[in-house]
T-cell receptor, first 113, second 111 residues
Framework: NAGVMQNPRHLVRRRGQEARLRCSPMKGHSHVYWYRQLPEEGLKFMVYLQKENIIDESGMPKERFSAEFPKEGPSILRIQQVVRGDSAAYFC???????????FGPGTRLTVT | DQQVKQNSPSLSVQEGRISILNCDYTNSMFDYFLWYKKYPAEGPTFLISISSIKDKNEDGRFTVFLNKSAKHLSLHIVPSQPGDSAVYFCAASDTGNQFYFGTGTSLTVIP
């Protein structure tokens, strides 16, 4: 039973480019969360989704960031026109409906040059 | 505004002794608390959780204690093993939608 999968594991983008981060939840999990971890900081909640629906995006920056979890395929976190401050580790987690226990992927380390 | 705080960035413990990791929170509406363990270059791994209706939950060498009046929880690991060396995060939620994480405590277990 595969765990939460994220790809790519490392992503380098120049300022102004777009970054797309993918997350495939654990089998049977219908809920996905995205977190960002800046150097020397804890994980910061960004967005909580279920298939075809955004439940809570209160942690997402208002501009340049978007997330989706389509009926088929992985969840995507999209960052447009990246800036150096977007450099961070981005973690995805998934859970069963109604469960508080989240299972994390290995993260995508985004570096903006 | 950091609603969940881990005030000790690091902790060193001798193998075989007890490790106590602490976490404080400010939001009295939090009703579920979790501890995660994280190794470098990996995602956090769920360890143990507790709901606000309990004050203790035990799983093998890991026990979590919750003191609601003090808005404090702690993770006890006994006996500590070198493989326990990692960064430990506590997290809290009030709705299950959004989880608030502390900044982590780096535990080193000395053989």
């Amino acid at each position: 039973n595969a765990g939460v999968m994220q790809n790519p594991r490392h992503l380098v983008r120049r300022r102004g480019q777009e970054a797309r981060l993918r997350c495939s939840p654990m089998k049977g999990h219908s809920h996905v969360y995205w977190y960002r971890q800046l150097p020397e900081e804890g994980l910061k909640f960004m967005v909580y989704l279920q298939k075809e629906n955004i439940i809570d995006e209160s942690g997402m920056p208002k501009e340049r960031f978007s997330a989706e979890f389509p009926k088929e395929g992985p969840s995507i976190l999209r960052i447009q026109q990246v800036v150096r401050g977007d450099s961070a580790a981005y973690f995805c987690a998934s859970s069963f409906v109604g469960s508080y226990e989240q299972y994390f992927g290995p993260g995508t380390r985004l570096t903006v040059t | 505004d950091q609603q969940v705080k881990q005030n000790s960035p690091s902790l060193s413990v001798q193998e075989g002794r007890i490790s106590i990791l602490n976490c404080d929170y400010t939001n009295s509406m939090f009703d579920y608390f979790l501890w995660y363990k994280k190794y470098p270059a990996e995602g956090p791994t769920f360890l143990i959780s507790i709901s606000s209706i309990k004050d203790k939950n035990e799983d093998g060498r890991f026990t979590v204690f919750l003191n609601k009046s003090a808005k404090h929880l702690s993770l006890h690991i006994v006996p500590s093993q070198p493989g326990d060396s990692a960064v430990y995060f506590c997290a809290a939620s009030d709705t299950g939608n959004q989880f608030y994480f502390g900044t982590g405590t780096s535990l080193t277990v000395i053989p």
